[in-house]
Nanobody, 122 residues
Framework: QVQLAESGGGVVQAGGSLRLSCVASGQTFKNYAMGWFRQAPEKKREFVAAINQLGGQLYYQTGVNGRFTISRDNAKNTVYLQMNSLKPEDTAVYYC???????????????WGQGTQVTVSS
């Protein structure tokens, strides 16, 4: 299967920034919309942001709209999540996945990669 590798997480103070990257293996990355999801301890995984195949359509969870920006570079098989004005409630493990864009954003598979930890201190 396609291999997904998330990176860029770390520990930052509230108000700080991080840039997450997700690199996908294979030759079909450009054919899929991609999304970022996150999961905090004892909570369900939730949608964060998504981007269509060509990168012209962006979608965000209400709570991150205006603070986070999703982008992609199909030549590098990479999707990014620029995270600004971070808040403690953003603390979670962040995952990327191929998604479908419809009434709601849904992951196409359960291939999530290893995730990258984001910790925001107050």
């Amino acid at each position: 299967q396609v291999q997904l590798a998330e990176s860029g997480g770390g520990v930052v103070q509230a108000g700080g920034s991080l840039r997450l990257s997700c690199v996908a293996s294979g030759q079909t990355f450009k054919n899929y919309a991609m999304g970022w999801f996150r999961q905090a301890p004892e909570k369900k995984r939730e949608f964060v942001a998504a981007i269509n195949q060509l990168g012209g359509q962006l979608y965000y969870q209400t709570g991150v709209n205006g603070r986070f920006t999703i982008s992609r570079d199909n030549a590098k098989n990479t999707v990014y999540l620029q995270m600004n004005s971070l808040k403690p409630e953003d603390t979670a493990v962040y995952y990327c996945a191929a998604v479908s864009l419809g009434a709601s954003v849904k992951n196409l598979t359960n291939n999530w990669g290893q995730g990258t930890q984001v910790t925001v201190s107050s």
